[in-house]
């Protein structure tokens, strides 16, 4: 599926790679466990948010398409199902090792540029440095 999906030659497909990024939300902590629930936690809080700004800012009349949304981005899905979703499509969590090997797994299968979401909601600064600091000296090494 995807890019190969669009009938492009290998050169194509290249630069195609090249031009673009995938992004996901990024959370490195001392164990997988804290990591999951760390950034379950945060991302509750950044999709009441996000649902909050929708309804409060979009016009009266303004309905998503379905097509478009998703078990993160419907509103009528509860949490209990939008973060497992959020978290096992568009996350890579857990210890160093961990998420080196999640990244390693994108590298392999083509993706060349990886836009970081580091920051969630009510995430302390404390927070979001520490896990910062263990994706650049303890994962980032490893793809230079």
């Known amino acids: 599926a995807g ?6 030659d290998a050169a ?28 379950s ?7 009441a948010h996000m649902m909050h700004v929708r309804e409060a800012y979009n016009p009266p009349d303004f309905t998503p398409d379905p097509a478009a949304l998703n078990a993160w981005t419907d509103p009528k899905v ?3 199902e939008a973060i497992p979703f ?3 499509t568009g996350s890579l969590y857990g210890t160093p090792a961990r998420v080196r090997e999640q990244v390693a797994e994108l590298r392999d299968v ?6 970081c979401q580091t ?3 009510a995430m302390s600064h404390e927070h979001n440095i520490t896990s910062m600091r263990r994706f650049g000296e303890q994962v980032m090494p490893a793809f230079s």
């Open 3 to 8: 890019i190969d999906a669009g009938g492009h």
């Open 12 to 39: 194509k497909k290249a630069r195609l790679l090249a031009q673009s990024a995938l992004w996901r939300n990024v959370y490195v902590a001392e164990s997988n466990a804290q990591a999951e629930d760390e950034l």
């Open 41 to 47: 936690e945060f991302l509750v809080e950044t999709r």
């Open 78 to 80: 509860p949490d209990s």
């Open 86 to 88: 959020v978290l096992s």
């Open 110 to 115: 083509g993706v060349q540029h990886l836009l």
């Open 119 to 121: 920051g969630f909601g």
